[in-house]
């Protein structure tokens, strides 16, 4: 792989905005050198406002830039599989947004492509790596209250106004698109955090409900797992909930304590033991991927090993999946 790292992206909405787009620039040893929008004016003004020297409105076009030589996979989950399979098997790595794909069994057709070429796949778990969620693991594997014993996640949020327009309903809520609804697009970080510090889960099942009657998707969620050290765990989500129900926890509990932490508000770190309540801040950076993308490049670079791919991806929609029933 060359010393640089020139990434082609496929999609430009919000995520690369913000969260993405501008820490590939940032980053040591990677560059962006074209986009692609199906729109080929929006595709334009996006690479023009960011000094990027090409726009496509053709996926394969993009992938057959010869100074493309890695794949930013930024579009809705439906359209995944078929771009990162594009990619590899065009011999260009690819970095996917979460959830990696619709099902488990795309996510699957996905690893198979990447074993027969031997082209990496990197899927965008990146809260592995921020700063926040990496000292929640050190609290566990420290020993901060004890052997843990439970887990709970409590996830509430009332609907997003878009959500009540029956006639352009978001993508998030369309399972052809998402793979279902806000649990398959907010659930999948919560779960591949607690697979990264507990184990793999090996057991799960779950209750699903429409009770908004907003759209076609689940709004309502229950659900109990299993590591496989033996850890249970339980789940509860619902995204029509009232403004005074919100919420974002997860609790884990010890023989001798309790670590409460949030996924998406990155409130303060609670940590309860016998002293007491302390709170712990911690900072994350301005572009939340910046720290997972420099692992990818250093990747693709030969200079260290990303464990972020798509084999330790494919468990978090398996869960899913087993949890909504579709498998």
């Known amino acids: ?38 729109n080929l004016q929006k595709a334009e003004q996006y690479a023009r406002e960011r000094h990027i020297a090409h726009w496509y409105a053709d996926a394969q076009e993009l992938i057959d830039d010869p100074e493309v030589n890695a794949v930013y996979i930024a579009t809705p989950p439906s359209s995944h599989a078929t771009y990162a399979i594009m990619a590899m098997k065009a011999g260009k790595p690819c970095y996917i947004e979460k959830p990696m794909a619709v099902t488990y069994e795309e996510c699957c057709r996905i690893n198979r492509v990447s074993h027969e070429t031997g082209v990496p796949c990197f899927v965008a778990y990146y809260r592995r790596y921020l700063p926040y969620f990496l000292k929640v693991k050190e609290l566990v594997e420290n020993g901060a209250v004890g052997n843990v014993i439970n887990i709970q996640i409590r996830f509430a949020q009332p609907p997003r106004n878009l959500d009540y327009n029956s006639e352009h309903l978001p993508w998030r809520v369309q399972p052809d698109i998402a793979g279902g609804g806000y649990f398959y697009d907010l659930a999948p970080h919560q779960i591949d955090l607690l ?17 908004g009657g907003l759209y076609p998707a689940e709004d309502t969620l229950s659900a109990c797992f299993q590591f496989d050290n033996g850890l249970v765990g339980s789940g509860s989500w619902c995204f029509v909930a009232h ?52 692992a990818v490049v250093d990747h693709l670079r030969g200079l260290s090993v990303c464990p972020c791919d798509g084999e330790s991806a494919t468990l978090t929609n398996w869960v899913m999946d087993k949890i909504l029933g579709k498998i």
């Not at 690369?16 to 929008?37: C, D, I, N």
């Not at 990264?196 to 009770?211: R, V």
Request: hydrophobic share 35%.
């Open 1 to 38: 792989m060359e010393k640089v790292i020139k990434w082609g992206f496929i999609g430009c909405g919000e995520v690369t905005k913000y969260k993405s787009g501008p820490a590939f620039q940032k980053v040591e040893g990677s560059e962006v050198v074209a986009v692609m929008s199906r």
């Open 243 to 294: 403004e005074s129900a919100r919420e974002d926890r997860i609790e884990i509990i010890g023989d001798r304590g309790m670590i409460c932490f949030s996924v998406y508000t990155y409130d303060p770190i609670a940590l309860h033991t016998e002293r007491g309540r302390e709170e712990i801040h911690v900072e994350n950076p301005t572009y939340v991927q910046q720290p997972l993308i420099q």
């Open 195 to 211: 697979q990264d510090i507990f184990g793999c889960i090996l057991e799960a099942s779950g209750y699903k409900s429409n009770q």
